[in-house]
């Protein structure tokens, strides 16, 4: 079995979801167009420097259209519908929550005051669960 599959290595796609959103934080901050002020503690330090410049940040946006058209906006719509559908869940107070390819979601630590006794549970590959898991440590 290859090292290079995602057994091995966090997904790529989780990085950019959470790069997407972190851009978007830093765009639309309190607009609730797909922001997450948590999705920057997941993306390496030379990426966190680079979003942090306004052009920076539109030159990947530019290039994430011409790759992968609409991306870009899907995650962020994506986002916040997700993160609606997620409060209204919280409100209604049902058991639990089980979030499938989990990725670097937070909604589970951002919307934590929310929670009445919802039991959430996030499903991902174990390397991205170790990441994940090790990101927070070294939050703390």
């Known amino acids: 079995m290859s090292k290079n599959g995602v057994e091995h290595q966090p997904s790529d796609t989780a990085l950019f979801a959470a790069l997407y959103r972190a851009m978007a934080n830093k765009e639309y901050k309190g607009e609730g167009l797909g922001t997450d002020d948590m999705a920057e503690y997941f993306l390496p330090l030379l990426y966190k420097l680079f979003i942090k410049f306004r052009i920076i940040r539109a030159n990947i946006k530019n290039k994430s259209n011409k790759l992968t058209p609409g991306v870009y906006d899907y995650i962020l719509a994506r986002t916040a519908f997700f993160d609606k559908v997620f409060i209204k869940t919280l409100n209604e107070q049902i058991p639990q929550i089980v979030l499938l390819g989990a990725g670097y979601d937070t ?31 070294k939050r703390r």
């Open 107 to 137: 909604r589970a630590y951002r919307f934590a005051r929310l929670n009445k006794g919802t039991r959430i549970f996030e499903l991902d590959t174990l390397s991205i669960q170790h990441r994940k898991r090790n990101v927070w440590k």
